[in-house]
T-cell receptor, first 111, second 112 residues
Framework: KQEVTQIPAALSVPEGENLVLNCSFT??????LQWFRQDPGKGLTSLLL?????REQTSGRLNASLDKSSGRSTLYIAASQPGDSATYLC??????????FGQGTTLQVKP | EAGVAQSPRYKIIEKRQSVAFWCNPI?????LYWYQQILGQGPKLLIQ????????DSQLPKDRFSAERLKGVDSTLKIQPAKLEDSAVYLC??????????FGPGTRLTVT
């Protein structure tokens, strides 16, 4: 049974700092690993999707890596801004597409 | 391209009442998902449709929850009767099979 864990649960950093969010999963037989952003009271916005054959994906200031052998993914945010404040969720999927989510990391970037 | 649409956005009901949520996926997406997100937790899959057939409903409380997807497009999720522990955000998502999922804004349900 796939389980996804995110550490830390909450993080507060000053503006401009580079930061790393961690995600671990128990079953390495994943199809995709997807990172989402959730603002308070809103739905989920997809940030990056890494297919099982890939090692990383980049979009702007975001870079996500995937290491299936160790069951880990990281989301790197460069030069953080107050607008990056949100909850970040990672989710692993099998070949049916069903997403298993972690509990999220709530990020606060202070001006 | 229009995103995933959901309604209503908010709903407050008393326990033992019934409620229904509606979802319209992104055009052309054959796969539709309903997730339940309890405050402070990650979303949990309730049911997955491929066109109008059910792929996975293993975590759907079938004694009170039901869902259907008419003609492989719109979907409705119903709860009858509601319990206090059903208070959550209900999220609908769609995708091309097992690829990137796109989520709607969700329906926040409060059961009193």
């Amino acid at each position: 049974k796939q389980e996804v864990t995110q550490i830390p649960a909450a993080l507060s950093v000053p503006e401009g700092e580079n930061l790393v969010l961690n995600c671990s999963f128990t079953d390495s037989a994943i199809y995709n690993l997807q990172w989402f952003r959730q603002d308070p009271g809103k739905g989920l916005t997809s940030l990056l999707l890494i297919q099982s054959s890939q090692r990383e994906q980049t979009s702007g200031r975001l870079n996500a890596s995937l290491d299936k052998s160790s069951g880990r993914s990281t989301l790197y945010i460069a030069a953080s801004q107050p607008g990056d404040s949100a909850t970040y969720l990672c989710a692993a999927s099998g070949n049916t597409g069903k997403l298993i989510f972690g509990q999220g990391t709530t990020l606060q970037v202070k001006p | 391209e229009a995103g995933v649409a959901q309604s209503p956005r908010y709903k407050i009901i008393e326990k033992r009442q019934s409620v229904a949520f509606w979802c319209n996926p992104i055009s052309g997406h054959a796969t539709l998902y309903w997730y339940q997100q309890i405050l402070g937790q990650g979303p949990k899959l309730l049911i997955q449709f491929q066109n109008n057939g059910v792929v996975d409903d293993s975590q759907l409380p079938k004694d009170r929850f039901s869902a259907e997807r008419l003609k492989g497009v719109d979907s409705t999720l119903k709860i009858q009767p509601a319990k206090l522990e059903d208070s959550a955000v209900y999220l609908c998502a769609s995708s091309f099979w097992a690829y990137e999922q796109y989520f709607g804004p969700g329906t926040r349900l409060t059961v009193t």
